[in-house]
Every structure is written in C-alpha cells, then in structure tokens.
C-alpha cells in the first residue's frame, strides 16, 4: 500500500508521546493561526478560481469561523483536557474515580470541495486539541486549494505528526485499506456509506458529515419580507453550494404568491438586477455538477431566474414554483442555487412531508407565533434546527453541528470536536488498603454479605421530575 509507511511514521510518533503534552497542542493550534493569517490573500485567491467564491464570503465562511474555532480551543484547552471528576458510590469514597481524555492514535479526515478550507481545518483543530497525528485529505476537485493547502501546510506544523494527502478515487481507496484510529469524512451519503465500509474492517470509529434535503417551513403568518432575506441569503450563499442550505420551501399556494416578489426584491438587492455581473455571487464547481443542476431546472416552473452561462458555469439565483413531489428536484440534494417551492395546505401537511422522507441536516421553520415554530422543532427529527434565519446555527460553537441517520453521525465545532478526537476513558484509582471494605463482595457468599452489598452499591430513585 503506497500509504502504510506515512501511516507508520506517523503511529510512530503518536506512540512516542509527543502529541500529548499541552504545550505542544497549542504550539501546533498557533500555527495554524498563522497560517491562516499568511495564507490569508492565497486562501481568498485559490477559493476564487475554483468556484468564483466571493472574498466576502471566503473570509467569512473559511477565515474567520475558523480563527473563532481556533480561539475557542486555545481559550479552553488546558479546561477540555483535565481528567472530569465523577460520583461515587458508599464504598469508594476514598478512592478516585475520573474520565481521562485520551487522543485516539493517528486519524484521517477527508474534506469536501465546497468550504475547502474549513472543512478539513475545524476537524484538525479538534484532533491537535485532542493529542492525535493526523493525515488530511483535501478535495481533488477545489484543485486550486488542495495545492495550496498540499503546499504550504506542511511549512507550519511538524510533519512526523501531520501530513497532507492528494488525490481523487482511487488515492483516497487506497489510503482508506490502511488502520486508522479514526475517521473524519465530510461529503455525500454515498460516499459515507463507501467510507464506513472500509473503517468496519478495522472496527475503526466514524464521523461521517453527510447531506440532504433540509426542509424550510414558511407559516402564513410571518414577515414576508424578512424571509425572502434570510432564505434567498442560506440558498444562494456560496451560489448554494451549503451542505445546511434550504434545499426546499414548504407553503400554501398563498405565500407562495406572497414570496415570489418578494424573493424578487431580495435576489435583486444582493446582487442586482444581472446577477451574472455581480461580485457577489458565485460559480458552480465543475462541469458535472454544472450539467447535474442544469437538469433540474425541468422541475415546476421557473419563476425566478433560471439563466445559464456553461462556459462560466454560471447558473442565476432560481426559485422554481409548483414543483412537485415526484419532480426532479425533489429526488436529490440540491447543491445550488436553484430553490423549489412545494405548496402544502397547512402546518401538518408540511410536518408529515418532512417526516415521510430521509432525517436531513438541518430543518428550517419560519413564523411570527412561536408556538409554530415550536411545533416543527418537536414534531420533527433533524441533524440541527433554526427558527426564523437559515445557516446561522453553524456559526455558534457552543452548539453541537452535526447529521442524523441519512445525514451523518457524530457531532463537531469547539468543545464537540474535541470530544469527538478524545476517547473518553473510564478511570478508578482505588487505595491499596483498607481490604475490609472489599470482603462482602468476595466468596463465600452470604446473604448477609448481600445486603450490606446492596446498601454500599443500590442507587435510589429521588422521584419524579418536571419539565418546565
């Protein structure tokens, strides 16, 4: 395997125990400050050519959210890492019993193409933070970033510990038939399925950050305008391609004539009246996905937009109306800036749509009652949940992100991705004397032995408890 010696130097070491102590965690976290402060004009520049990011959202999305990861942990580290004290029983007052938080060892973690930076830079702050070596794999298909991340990462941390791999398919196979001790992977479902096979060979834990459809629930009493903003800002950011993006409104038929103009107003205030021009806004990735979303223009009617440029790969903001179910829209996950509207009769209606189909990342619900609002949260089931905005969520680090069933497993962002990069070890530290306290669990067994043995162990209940 053209892997299994980097995976070797780098278990090498791990098992040396270099990564363990904090100072080295946070030499290690500084240095990627730095070279998100160096890198910063290359990092703009390379997200640019590969999908005609605009700077704004660049430095937003792939900067900024990043040092604020970053800042989080270093704030936090010394805390996160020390051993967490727990309850003990009657007969093990004297004793000490605690969580460690162990790195797992060497991981990997794939990044997807569509926030090429921070995708693969929030995990590794988390499995630095956690005392782990670690090899990234970035997208073959934002080239422009892989290289510059191929190229200039390796000049920042220690490469015994850290290493950088490209590729496409069949590099990541490869790389995926050696043992790791963990495995980060953010893309598709398909894809995660593919990643989970190969780590169930080594009984390798996952955290898999997939996609899907997020539903988005517009109730006929809300601020029109206010929501036409917000949505058509999480549809078109980054031209759509958000793995939290609204995938799809859920109306009646009359907000449905109530958005139109307003989403009208909103996409022509950001970016005018020729979106095509504006600096503003984005470009898809490739020509397969160009083509993939091309198609899906033939669900519903286009009421919004609808333009296209191939040899740019340039689709305008669109909003499709009237499409249906069985459109084909409504059959995969999006991924640009195309936004269908499904008309439903009520709030019930668009719950048991939601509820028929695969758990997504994220579900939207906007309302002036929050009673609404609270309706879709707690008769739904969903990776994340934000009432009236869209991909704000993602912005907290002090909330979990993370899918459900079809859209993914596990959970990252600030004391999360530590978490995830630690395994959590269950410690007792007994004292070597007092050998009395131990003879009513050693044979031969007596009744009396058991019942001074269920009165040190029993737990009773307190009583009930409210929810307020």
């Given at each position: 395997n053209p892997y299994a010696g980097l995976v070797s130097h780098l278990r090498a070491s791990w098992l040396s125990g270099k990564?363990?102590?904090?100072e080295y965690r946070i030499a290690q976290l500084e240095a990627l400050g730095r070279f998100l402060d160096d890198k910063k004009q290359e990092i703009l520049e390379a997200?640019?050519?590969?999908?005609?990011?605009p700077s704004f959202e660049a430095f937003f999305s792939e900067i900024l959210l990043c040092k604020n990861e970053l800042n989080i942990t270093l704030n936090n580290l010394c805390n996160w890492m020390k051993d967490e004290y727990v309850d003990k029983n009657l007969v093990m007052q004297l004793d000490s019993a605690f969580i460690r938080k162990d790195p797992y060892g060497v991981v990997l973690i794939i990044a997807p193409w569509n926030y090429p930076i921070h995708l693969f830079l929030v995990p590794l702050i988390?499995?630095?933070?956690a005392g782990n070596c670690a090899i990234i794999k970035p997208s073959e298909i934002s080239k422009n970033t892989e290289r510059l991340v191929a190229e200039t990462l390796s000049c920042y941390l220690d490469n015994d510990c850290f290493a950088v791999v490209t590729g496409g398919v069949p590099e990541t196979t490869r790389l995926l038939e050696n043992k790791f001790d963990y495995i980060f992977f953010t893309g598709s479902p398909s894809v995660g399925r593919i990643v989970m096979t190969a780590a169930a060979k080594h009984l390798t834990p996952v955290t898999l950050e997939l996609g899907g459809k997020n539903p988005c629930y517009v109730s006929d009493t809300c601020d029109v305008t206010n929501v036409a903003r917000r949505v058509a800002w999480g549809r078109f950011f980054n031209a759509g391609q958000t793995c939290i993006a609204p995938d799809y409104l859920l109306c009646t038929v009359e907000m449905q004539d109530k958005l139109m103009p307003a989403l009208r107003e909103a996409i022509t205030e950001f970016f005018g009246p020729n979106p095509q021009e504006s600096p503003d806004f984005g470009r898809i990735v490739s020509d397969k996905q160009f083509r993939r979303l091309r198609a899906l223009l033939s669900s519903g009617r286009v009421a919004l937009g609808g333009q296209t440029d191939e040899a740019e790969r340039y689709i305008a903001p669109t909003v499709l109306a009237d499409v249906l179910p069985s459109d084909p829209a409504m059959q995969e996950e999006i991924f640009g800036p195309i936004l269908p509207i499904v008309v439903i009769a009520n709030m019930d209606e668009a719950i048991d749509f939601i509820n028929a189909r695969p758990r997504p990342l994220a579900i939207y619900a906007f309302s002036c009652d929050s009673k609404v609002v609270n309706q879709v949260l707690e008769?739904?089931?969903?990776g994340?949940?934000?009432g009236n905005d869209t991909l704000m969520h993602v912005t907290l680090t002090s909330l979990p992100f993370g899918g459900i069933g079809n859209s993914g497993l596990g959970k990252y962002h600030g004391k999360f991705t530590f978490?995830?990069?630690s395994?959590?070890?269950g410690c007792l530290h007994r004292n070597m004397g007092l050998e009395t306290l131990n003879t009513p669990r050693y044979p031969p067994y007596t009744q009396q032995k058991l019942s001074l043995l269920t009165t040190t162990f029993e737990v009773k209940r307190r009583g009930t408890c409210t929810l307020l």
């Open positions: 990564t363990r102590p904090v997200t640019e050519l590969d999908m005609g990011k988390g499995a630095i933070a008769r739904t089931s969903s994340g949940f934000c978490d995830t990069f395994h959590h070890r």
